[in-house]
Nanobody, 118 residues
Framework: QVQLVESGGGLVQPGGSLRLSCAASESIFSINVMGWYRQVPGKEREMVARMTSDGSAVYTDSVKGRFTISRDNAKNTVYLQMNSLKPEDTAVYYC????????????WGQGTQVTVSS
């Protein structure tokens, strides 16, 4: 069972920056996708950014140019650098690990709160 431990959330003023980190306890398979999702009360969880193990990244339109995802495969860790934060970025951010080895594996972190407010 892969365990994901997130860190780096908090309260920041509009225009500020935060960096989220997520460390996986292990990697089931070297070919995988790690990413960040977010959720606000009453809404579905949405993909923010995800990156394959070979470095291909995808972002949701609302964060393009402001957020940057990166990963360190040797440490099974994924990061999300969030700049120019807006109040609408306020959400609980969840780390995700996904891979397919015979069957599909999908793991989630416990979530970290990001609040953008003056």
């Amino acid at each position: 069972q892969v365990q994901l431990v997130e860190s780096g959330g908090g309260l920041v003023q509009p225009g500020g920056s935060l960096r989220l980190s997520c460390a996986a306890s292990e990697s089931i398979f070297s070919i995988n996708v790690m990413g960040w999702y977010r959720q606000v009360p009453g809404k579905e969880r949405e993909m923010v950014a995800r990156m394959t193990s070979d470095g291909s990244a995808v972002y949701t339109d609302s964060v393009k140019g402001r957020f940057t995802i990166s990963r360190d495969n040797a440490k099974n860790t994924v990061y999300l650098q969030m700049n120019s934060l807006k109040p609408e970025d306020t959400a609980v951010y969840y780390c995700n690990y996904h891979t397919i080895v015979g069957k599909e594996y999908d793991y989630w972190g416990q979530g970290t709160q990001v609040t953008v407010s003056s």
